[in-house]
């Protein structure tokens, strides 16, 4: 149990052009989902908290307009990078908290961006 | 400052070389203390949460334990298929259910 899928798994992109990424809780529904972004070496830094059905909280430094974060229903968050750059490049990480169940996060496998 | 500090960065080990490793946090208000370890290209996979010092939980060959101010990942007798980067993620505190990563032990076994 406690599956979180991510579409794609990798994509590569040309400079100025937007990239969506789906995650999805297969078995269960997340109230609460976390977007990740990890540099090679480097841990999880949070990017976000998006909450079903309403406005995505960011953490400070992270752009709203350029990572924007759509919770549309219990079991699917999208992360779109809007006008991506070659610094955008990374491997970014959701996270989906089951309902009622506690608060721990089950992440996806990872959706590797490489900007062109 | 760091919240969370793990060390040693990297660990190798023979296969059935018991060792631990540990995670000192600064956070107050913690509302629990994760375990997640991470193969290199996936997501963390969740493996402990800790919510009171004293408190213990084992699986497989892995233990964690918590006190006030550290956790620590003990590994017994590992295999081969130990290695991995190993995280650890209290919550940032005041109650929040945000996680504080911290930048992992990577761990490799060797048969």
């Known amino acids: 149990g406690a599956v979180v899928s991510q579409h794609p798994s990798w994509v590569i992109c040309k400079s100025g052009t937007s990239v969506k990424i789906e995650c999805r809780s297969l078995d269960f529904q997340a109230t609460t989902m976390f977007w990740y972004r990890q540099f090679p070496k480097q841990s999880l830094m949070l990017m976000a908290t998006s909450n079903e059905g309403s406005k995505a909280t960011y953490e400070q430094g992270v752009e709203k307009d350029k990572f924007l974060i759509n919770h549309a229903s219990l079991t699917l968050s999208t992360l779109t990078v809007t006008s991506a750059h070659p610094e955008d490049s990374s491997f970014y990480i959701c996270s989906a908290v089951p309902g009622g169940l506690g608060e721990t996060q089950y992440f996806g496998p990872g959706t590797r961006l490489l900007v062109l | 400052e760091d919240q969370v500090t793990q060390s040693p960065e990297a660990l190798r080990l023979q296969e059935g070389e018991s060792s631990s490793l540990n995670c000192s946090y600064t956070?107050?208000?913690?509302?629990?203390l994760f375990w997640y370890r991470q193969d290199p290209g996936k997501g963390p996979e969740f493996l402990f949460t800790l919510y009171s010092a004293g408190e213990e939980k084992e699986k497989e060959r892995l233990k964690a334990t918590l006190t006030k101010k550290e956790s620590f990942l003990h590994i017994t007798a590992p295999k081969p298929e130990d290695s991995a980067t190993y995280l650890c993620?209290?919550?940032?505190?005041?109650?929040?259910?945000?996680?504080?990563f911290g930048k992992g032990t990577k761990l490799t076994v060797n048969p």
């Open positions: 993620a209290p919550t940032e505190g005041g109650g929040s259910e945000k996680l504080v």
């Open positions: 956070v107050s208000g913690l509302r629990g």
